[in-house]
């Protein structure tokens, strides 16, 4: 089966079922709305076997692009909304890319490839036009998950890998069903919203209430208006939910009712004053639309505070982990009586773990293997023999233990990838790439960094003795530009030092982060 295909099945399985809930479309309306798109593919020269770029916020014409792409025999190639034409052409030219469906807003002048208005008004749809005949393996996806400069990874997703994803999501079926309303807020070029939005709606009949913005008073207004089923978000957008119920409760005088809920609960019932819990649940429900029966969390790990905060106001709070080269949610965590911090759950169907070199406290490296996991990074031979082995297991690079439960839980990272809060993915190495082009520059670390309690790129740089902080500043913050801002390095430290580096002449980044806490970098820049 390939992507189109599963469409099919779903739309013959619930053809009045609403899938795009706001636009009040159903499964098989949107079966028509791909073939009409890819009529007009078709006639901007998309055939078999091309790679077309979708560019698109969270609107009805993505998804519908998306399929038709998948119709007509084409790849996908998933691009960052936040990124800059300079990282635009070379993720194009990378991946042999000659034609991007975009909002108009994103149009500029490019040699690399042609845009295709993905707001245009389709036609009717070309009788003459069949599904392509795709294979399982054939890709259907690519996404860069390396950053999009320098020399990037690539992940190429075939349709058996998403249609495994989605077969792997029916180990949610107790908290989703048929006519559903999943909330689609998360950006369908992440592979996280790609997962829910998508995937598992595909696999459960249920709707996808599209939100191509994160404005907060639209958001609510949603929750207010379609009453949502299932909320996935990344776990910061939970944190700031709660502290605005908190900071709400207090206002009014509530907050006392609220924090004895959360600590006495399960006693309050035992002693027959059940009714106030309920009470305090259903007001904490309905700021939600009052229907709300999942919270997913993926992206980082959630503050243990924040799923105890809602499991104990009677919302199911699950934590999703998995990587761009596993389809997204390859562990899915289970409420449980007895919860663990940053536990995220075990292995969904048809995947499999081991943990390795693990320490004295049963921390190890998590390698997992199965239907989900891609198959190799796009002409990169190098990084592939690093990250698989023999057996076909795949290194993820994170580090984790295992509880009694059999949960795992996140205890660090291997590798140097930076998660900020947001759940947004800032890659080192492509920082680092950019940076020593800077003249007077000798070498650099950027690391992960805490700066007033928030996660920030941060960097560390070797300069020739006649360079100045403000010559660096004004460097820096030239070659930020290149890059999407939430990438930005705005925080630094400069030496005239050498950093410390192995036999390979890697830099030893865990030592230089260890350096700037010791206070050994004294010029940084807060």
């Not at 048929?178 to 595909?202: N, Q, R, S, W």
């Not at 790990?301 to 080269?325: D, N």
């Not at 536990?343 to 499999?352: K, M």
Request: one cysteine or more; proline letters at 5%; hydrophobic letters at 40%.
């Amino acid at each position: 089966m390939n992507m189109y295909q599963l469409l099919e099945k779903a739309a013959a399985t619930w053809p009045d079922n609403l899938f795009l809930v706001r636009e009040g479309v159903t499964f098989s309306g949107f079966v028509e709305l791909v073939k009409r798109r890819a009529a007009e593919l078709h006639a901007a020269g998309v055939k078999r076997g091309d790679i077309v770029g979708v560019l698109s916020h969270n609107i009805p014409q993505m998804p519908t692009t998306m399929f038709a792409v998948w119709y007509l025999g084409g790849t996908v190639l998933l691009l960052d909304t936040n990124l800059t034409p300079f990282e635009y052409d070379n993720m194009t030219s990378t991946t042999d890319c000659h034609i991007v469906a975009a909002e108009k807003s994103f149009f500029y002048k490019t040699k690399k490839f042609k845009f295709f208005d993905i707001t245009q008004p389709d036609g009717k749809a070309n009788g003459r036009l069949k599904p392509a005949p795709l294979e399982s393996l054939d890709v259907a996806t690519l996404s860069f998950t390396s950053g999009s400069t320098g020399k990037p990874k690539v992940v190429p997703l075939t349709h058996f890998n998403l249609i495994e994803c989605s077969n792997s999501l029916d180990d949610m079926r107790e908290y989703i069903g048929a006519g559903d309303i999943m909330y689609g807020f998360l950006p369908m070029y992440h592979i996280f919203g790609f997962a829910v939005e998508l995937l598992a709606t595909l696999h459960y009949g249920a709707g996808v209430l599209l939100q191509p913005t994160v404005n907060p008073k639209e958001i609510m207004a949603d929750f207010k208006q379609f009453r949502p089923h299932a909320i996935p978000a990344v776990p910061r957008l939970f944190e700031v939910i709660r502290n605005r119920i908190i900071d709400t409760a207090k206002s009014q005088n509530k907050w006392w009712l609220v924090n004895g809920v959360l600590k006495y609960g399960k006693f309050l019932r035992m002693i027959g004053l059940g009714f106030i819990v309920n009470k305090v649940q259903n007001e904490i429900r309905a700021i939600f639309g009052g229907r709300v029966s999942l919270l997913i969390a993926g992206g980082a790990a959630t503050k243990p505070e924040v799923e105890t905060f809602y499991e104990r106001l009677g919302l199911r709070f699950i934590q999703g982990y998995g990587l761009t080269e596993t389809v997204g949610p390859v562990c899915i965590s289970k409420p449980l009586k007895k919860r663990f911090p940053f536990a995220f759950g075990a292995p969904t169907t048809n995947n499999e773990c081991e943990i390795r070199d693990m320490n004295e406290d049963g921390v190890g490296v998590l390698w997992i293997r199965g239907h989900q996991v891609f198959g190799g990074y796009l002409n990169n031979p190098d990084a592939n023999e690093v990250v698989f082995d023999e057996r076909g297991f795949f290194n993820t690079g994170d580090m984790v233990s295992m509880d009694k439960n059999g949960e795992l839980h996140f205890a660090g990272r291997k590798k140097q990838v930076i998660v900020l809060d947001s759940g947004k993915n800032v890659y080192p190495d492509e920082l680092e790439a950019l940076f020593m082009k800077i003249p007077g520059v000798n070498n650099v670390a950027v690391f992960e960094h805490k700066i007033k309690d928030k996660t920030v790129a941060y960097g560390v740089f070797s300069v020739e003795p006649d360079m100045t902080l403000e010559k660096l500043s004004a460097a820096v913050a030239n070659a930020n530009k290149k890059v999407a801002s939430y990438k930005w390095v705005t925080h630094f430290a400069m030496t005239t030092d050498d950093l410390p580096t192995t036999s390979t002449q890697k830099i030893k980044h865990h030592i230089v982060r260890q350096n700037l806490i010791d206070g050994k970098y004294p010029t940084r820049k807060e």
